[in-house]
């Protein structure tokens, strides 16, 4: 008879002050519900600067003139062409977009520094379809999401190594910690062996009045961790998520 599958759901993760994880080997932190959202201008002296941690000093800003992109197949096609140690890329994304991946996750590479904006207080989501999962974070790479929600990522063992439901922040050959920030969004209904929302392995990972909800940790053959957030030698930063 086959095993049954062992899920590990998200659990409860709320704060109105800023909370930091960092761990020398693993660590599982499950994050499940709504969160509050962060206060336009509010300070947070409990939250730690991480920008010596990132792969550049700055991070990208967005700009009244980013480029909008209307589809995954041109935010694709931006990442590999535009985005490079050169120069920062900042991209805004239409309210209320919702972007089909077709079963490919979005690859942030060594040496990019890429923001996504979603435009409008609702934002845009990025969706994979339960086909792959939605972003990956390459070492040597920074990410800045502001109002985009990553929903329905999957990490399949079976066919990917099982790290990173919505998001893998790691991988590739370079040198330099992996950066993603999360800012006003959401990630939702993504599932992995390990890490069904986010999988950091050596990173940082920084999240701002965000929500994980609904994402698990599923294995059938050995333990599952961190249906929410699970960081290996990395670092994670909690603000009002």
Do not use: W
């Not at 947070?44 to 992109?69: T, Y």
């Not at 050169?86 to 077709?102: E, I, K, Q, V, Y």
């Amino acid at each position: 008879m086959p095993q049954a599958a062992a899920t590990v759901t998200a659990g409860n993760a709320s704060s109105g002050e800023a909370s930091e994880v960092a761990h020398g080997d693993s660590f599982a932190a499950l994050a499940r519900g709504a969160a509050l959202k962060a206060q336009e201008g509010a300070a947070h002296d409990g939250s730690r600067d991480l920008r010596s941690l990132s792969p550049s000093s700055e991070a990208p800003s967005s700009a009244d003139d980013a480029e909008v992109v209307h589809n995954a197949s041109e935010l694709r096609r931006l990442l590999v062409t535009e985005c490079g140690a050169a120069h920062s890329l900042s991209l805004r994304l239409p309210a209320n977009a919702s972007f089909d991946l077709g079963g490919e996750a979005l690859v942030v590479r060594a040496g990019c520094n890429v923001t996504l904006e979603g435009d409008g207080a609702e934002g845009a989501t990025l969706d994979a379809g339960n086909r792959s999962r939605v972003l990956v974070v390459e070492r040597g790479a920074q990410a800045v999401l502001r109002r985009v929600h990553l929903v329905r990522g999957r990490a399949d063992a079976s066919s990917i190594n099982g790290l990173g439901g919505c998001v893998l922040v790691g991988g590739g050959s370079a040198s330099g910690a992996p950066r993603l920030s999360v800012e006003g969004g959401t990630i939702a209904e993504c599932s992995a062996e390990n890490g069904g929302g986010i999988y950091a392995d050596g990173g940082v990972v920084e999240l701002r009045g965000s929500t994980v909800v609904d994402c698990a940790a599923e294995s059938t053959t050995g333990p599952a961790l961190g249906g929410g957030l699970n960081v290996y030698q990395s670092r994670a930063t909690l603000v009002d998520s």
